[in-house]
């Protein structure tokens, strides 16, 4: 959240040094100033986002071979399961029961019915 606030701030805050510069400078012949300003923001984004990354990779490591091995045990079954079912929107979202089992539920045909699709007197045609 602490990023996001930084990268929004940052954002609100180009408009106000674009109005201190004056027509007449003129820029360096190595970089613009547009180009060595995002070099410094992307600078500085990178540094607040190290911590951050350096956590992910921490995590990916501790998950990532309890991942590898669930995707070599379900991977068959999951392929399986995908294979059979033609319409994912015809089913509700996952159920997780008390004793752990996790059941897919098919929708009625009256749930299938899009809520936004309007019939009779009121619909208009394309």
């Known amino acids: 959240m602490r990023h996001v ?3 929004c701030a940052a954002l609100a805050a180009g408009p106000v040094w674009a109005e201190e510069a004056t027509p007449t400078e ?14 410094l923001f992307f600078k ?6 190290a911590p951050a990354l350096e956590g992910m990779r921490g995590l990916a490591e501790q998950v990532g071979p309890k991942m590898q091995e ?7 079954a999951m392929a399986e399961i995908v294979n059979k079912v033609e319409d994912w929107s015809s089913y509700h979202a996952p159920e997780v029961l008390p004793n752990g089992d996790i059941i897919l539920r098919k929708k009625t045909p009256e749930e299938m019915v899009d809520p936004e699709v309007e019939t009779g007197e009121g619909a208009i045609d394309l």
């Open 5 to 7: 606030l930084i990268l």
């Open 26 to 39: 003129e820029p360096d012949t190595g970089t613009s100033l547009m180009e060595e300003g995002a070099r």
């Open 44 to 49: 500085g984004l990178q540094e607040e986002m």
């Open 70 to 76: 669930f995707m070599l045990e379900m991977g068959p």
